[in-house]
């Protein structure tokens, strides 16, 4: 008979057990996680070797192209409005072939036209679009769509300040450092210069500065300005977002003045066409968000910031100075008027300073992610993720890879194939639109399933259009995404849909122009009552409904 002392001992000892146990447990259980830590780190270093080994010393190298032509570039520098473009485009007449780079499809839609007009047979050729015209020896283009591996007597990269713009950036470095081209001409600000010779000397290539003076003397009016008084015909009126454009120009419309206007949102045509109204003067104002700034060649007397400041996709901020200067350069055009004014309704001190003050020598040039690290035994992702920690060459700066992380997550199992994967990556498109975000990723899993997205099946018909007649964002969110539907079917070699797009798209631009030439555009209304209110109340219910409000809750 056991005792219960016995009894104790031997629950003692089976404890005794259990917790040696667990204690040995515990130790292979860290032993392993160690060994998962130390793995982990092995990988890791292992990459980051081979990231580094596919990077060269020199970030020229990336282009092996150029580097076989001794290139002599022509730098147009001058700020806006002083005729560098106009220049460096004669230049490309006369060497009877080449290509035009420019920031925006509007930009490369006015020069496709402008050579062809005149008798320079020219291609456009856009990530959402492609006009070819048979033989044309001359193309005009956004400069991401830049062929870096095929020769071109003359190229033209335009606004090349844009080089030190974190979002594209990377693509004017690739056209400076890659353009495979004996000649060259960039368009720049002053801030750009010393950047941009820096990096031909080390391309080893040849230079020289045109200097360029603006045509017409740029004037700050002293005087108070009031949109409700002050108005003029000629005038450019400033503001930051689609609503307060729409506001804008339909409180100007209420009091006798036809408006054009200009947004990013707007299909490049319809701006296109707006801006050909106003040079028409069948327009008398213009009501424009900063797309203005940037070559958009329109006669304005004066630019009248309405804000100065801006929400620029994080939070709002004050304008910066040469965003101030790219706009306010837009004045006094050459030919019409002897003299270019700018005013603001608020902050005009700032808007003096901004003009006033010196510019800023750019130092760095953002650089893209190498292509040539996709050939890396490594999932896509921890590429991306070794670049955006890397160290890299003084003088430049990592274009923002937050996008293309947070949409390779979203895609990373779809495929093992980086290159494949990339090419989704880089299609273009607003991932902050949940609709467009949604079909993108359709497109890529059917892509990676080897099947073709069913395209035909979302072209809209032609009653959908008309139902939308009058209903501006909806007819801008569906132009947007048959903007989509067009670049999935150019970067995925589906041409069979590509003509039917570019009709409809047509046909959206045509619907859209309707409206705007009718001035039906939405004012700023009280949310309680729907009565109209000043684009720029700063509250979203009138004064009526506010006293109401207060005499009832007290």
């Known amino acids: 008979m056991i005792t219960g002392t016995e009894k104790q001992k031997n629950i003692t000892r089976e404890e005794g057990g259990l917790q040696g146990d667990r204690r040995r447990m515990n130790t292979g259980e860290r032993s392993r996680k160690k060994q998962q830590r130390q793995k982990k780190k092995a990988r890791d270093r292992l990459l980051q070797t081979r990231v580094l080994d596919r990077i ?27 005729g560098k473009t106009h220049d460096a485009v004669e230049a490309l007449k006369a060497a009877g072939s080449g290509c035009y780079l420019g920031p925006l499809r509007l930009l490369a839609y006015e020069k496709y036209e402008e050579l062809n007009r005149t008798g320079y047979p020219c291609s456009l050729v856009t990530g959402e679009e492609r006009c070819e015209v048979a033989d044309a020896p001359f193309q005009a283009s956004t400069i991401e769509m830049l062929n870096l591996e095929k020769e071109y007597r003359l190229v033209i990269i ?33 801030q750009a210069e010393e950047l941009l010779i820096r990096m031909i000397t080390e391309c080893g290539d040849d230079y020289r500065i045109e200097r360029h003076e603006r045509m017409t003397p740029l004037i700050c009016e002293k005087k108070p300005y009031r949109m409700d008084r002050d108005t003029e015909k000629g005038d450019a009126l400033i503001v930051f977002s689609r609503s307060n454009v729409h506001a804008v120009a339909a409180e100007l419309h209420e009091r006798g003045f036809r408006a054009s206007i200009i947004y990013g949102a707007l299909p490049y045509d319809v701006r296109h066409e707006q801006a ?18 940037m070559g958009m060649n329109l006669p304005v007397r004066r630019i009248v910031f309405l804000e100065t400041d801006k929400f620029d996709g ?5 304008l910066q100075d040469e965003e101030i200067r790219q706009i306010a350069g837009r004045a006094g055009r050459f030919g019409i008027y002897d003299e ?17 003050g010196e510019r800023q020598t750019l ?52 495929s093992d194939d980086k290159h494949f994967l990339y090419r989704c990556l880089t299609l273009n498109f607003d991932e902050e639109n949940r609709p467009l975000l949604l079909h993108w990723k359709a497109m890529c899993a059917s892509e990676a399933r080897g099947k073709a997205y069913p395209v ?15 209903n501006l964002e909806g007819l801008e969110q569906l132009f947007r995404f048959l903007d ?14 590509t003509e039917e797009l570019m009709r409809k798209k047509n046909r959206i631009s045509k619907a859209i122009l309707s409206i705007l030439e009718r001035q039906k555009l939405n004012p700023r209304r009280c949310r309680v009552c729907g009565r109209k209110i000043r684009w720029n109340h700063p509250y979203s219910i009138c004064e009526n409904c506010y006293r109401r409000q207060i005499k009832r809750y007290g």
């Open 56 to 82: 060269p010393d020199s970030y020229i190298d990336l282009f092996p192209a150029a580097r076989a032509i001794r290139r002599s570039f022509v730098l147009h520098i001058g700020p806006t409005n002083s």
């Open 158 to 190: 335009d606004e090349g300040q844009m080089i030190a713009d974190r979002d594209r950036g990377g693509a004017w470095t690739a056209a400076v450092l890659g353009a495979a081209a004996k000649e060259i001409h960039v368009c720049a600000a002053p």
């Open 276 to 293: 050909r109204l106003f040079s028409e003067k069948k327009t008398d104002i213009v009501v424009a968000t900063d797309a203005i700034g």
């Open 314 to 318: 994080t939070s709002r901020r004050p």
């Open 340 to 356: 270019g004014y700018v005013t603001s309704e608020t902050n005009r001190s700032m808007i003096h300073s901004a003009l006033a």
């Open 363 to 414: 130092k760095e040039a953002v650089i893209d992610f190498p292509e040539t690290l996709l050939e890396i035994d490594a999932p896509l992702r921890k590429i991306l993720e070794k670049w955006d920690r890397l160290k890299i060459n003084e003088g430049y700066v990592r274009a923002d890879t937050k996008r293309m992380l947070s949409l390779c997550e979203m895609i990373q199992d779809l």
């Open 456 to 470: 035909k099946r979302y072209i809209p018909p032609e009653a959908m259009i008309e139902k939308l007649a009058g």
């Open 484 to 497: 989509l539907l067009y670049g999935y079917c150019d970067r995925f070699s589906h041409p069979e849909y």
